[in-house]
């Protein structure tokens, strides 16, 4: 009987759910649910606790097991404790058996230890045992950014795993809104500094002066919640703040907007890696303007999008925005460039074909 590799998510989003079912077969767990997941949506996939998964990999027949990747550093101990019971377990089975992951880390190494790790022969040592980590650990790898890419072969040895750059993109839609829209300008994400929305707070009112015929709607919730609350109260005739939506309600009103805000800045150890709500803006065929955090920067700039090159600030940010709002693209043109298949389920099908047949990027 074939045995069925294993698929370990750390954090379930609705989005996994969404393409579940387009990945490759396997006995998918999870250890936790993320904030915008709703109670019945993780009914098909089993729950387990950090325990128990490391029984389950002790215990399993798997040939392999698609986990996080390593550079998510909180996780890291534990993902090294879930190797060791896979390894012996596959030593007691008599096979060596090795991890697979999907990598979207983009961030550099100095910044990824944190501002503790200030002495230079520490980080040094501490790359390359990570690098060593990674090179016995994982034997493919699938990159989602060509700046994730770079992150990764920063560290000694991995270059050496069999891996692939597939840029992760949403799919091409089946039909798009192609209708005017209204003068909209959407932001979508939690309201934590990280994500820019004091920033976007900061460039606002700049983008008021030169274009008063257009409103700000700000969808999230989180710990800046007062900030955006005071915010839109001084002009409550073009700005509103919607708060938590789901998934359906943040496409209808992309749907009828025109650009999208994404103005994330870096924070502590934390860098965008890709921008889920980027993902949704493109769908509904919206002009991005965003900052060079996301890893899908350079391919947005050249699509026509608005991607600051430099640290932003609120007169930059305002710029972009101003230029989005004069020069946006089509809703067609902007589906148009987007690929046929998700590029995460490409990666999937990567990360579970036969390793040894194809040759590293």
Not at 6 to 24: A, F, N, T
Not at 33 to 41: I, M, R, S
Not at 227 to 248: D, M, P, Y
Not at 257 to 281: F, K, M, T
Request: charged share 20%; glycine share 6%.
């Amino acid at each position: 009987m074939r045995a069925i590799p294993l698929r370990v998510i750390p954090e379930l989003r609705p989005y996994h759910l969404k393409l579940l079912e387009q990945w490759p077969e396997a006995n998918t767990y999870y250890l936790w649910g993320k904030y915008d997941l709703t109670n019945d949506q993780a009914i098909s996939i089993r729950r387990i606790t950090p325990t128990k998964l490391l029984y389950i990999l002790l215990a399993t027949k798997a040939p392999f097991v698609e986990i996080w990747e390593p550079l998510w550093m909180r996780l890291l101990p534990l993902q090294v404790a879930a190797f060791c019971s896979f390894f012996i377990g596959g030593l007691l089975r008599g096979r060596m058996r090795r991890f697979r992951t999907y990598c979207l880390e983009n961030n550099n190494s100095s910044a990824l230890f944190g501002p503790r790790m200030s002495n230079p022969l520490l980080t040094v040592a501490l790359r390359h045992t990570i690098g060593i980590y990674i090179y016995a650990a994982f034997e493919r790898l699938a990159f989602a950014s060509p700046s994730a890419r770079d992150t990764y072969r920063s560290f000694p040895l991995v270059p050496r795993i069999a891996s692939t750059v597939i840029l992760n993109l949403p799919a091409k839609p089946g039909a798009v809104n192609r209708l005017e829209r209204r003068p909209v300008a959407c932001f979508v994400g939690q309201l934590e500094e990280r994500k820019g929305i004091k920033l976007l707070t900061e460039a606002w009112p700049l983008v008021e002066q030169r274009r008063p015929d257009v409103s700000l709607l700000i969808i999230g919730d989180g710990e800046l919640r007062d900030v955006v609350e005071r915010f839109v109260c001084l002009r409550s005739t073009s700005r509103r703040w919607a708060g938590f939506l789901s998934q359906g309600s943040i496409a209808n009103e992309l749907n009828d907007s025109r650009i999208l805000i994404a103005p994330s800045v870096r924070y502590g150890r934390w860098r965008e890696q890709i921008g889920l709500p980027i993902h949704d803006a493109l769908v509904a065929g919206l002009t991005v303007v965003t900052t060079n955090e996301t890893g899908l920067a350079p391919w947005l700039r050249k699509c026509g999008h608005f991607a600051t090159h430099d640290e932003p600030s609120a007169a930059s940010l305002a710029e972009s925005i101003c230029l989005a709002l004069d020069a946006r693209l089509s809703p067609g043109s902007v589906t148009d460039d987007l690929p046929l298949r998700d590029g995460r389920v490409v990666a999937a099908e990567y990360l579970y074909g036969d390793v040894n047949n194809e040759p590293a990027d």
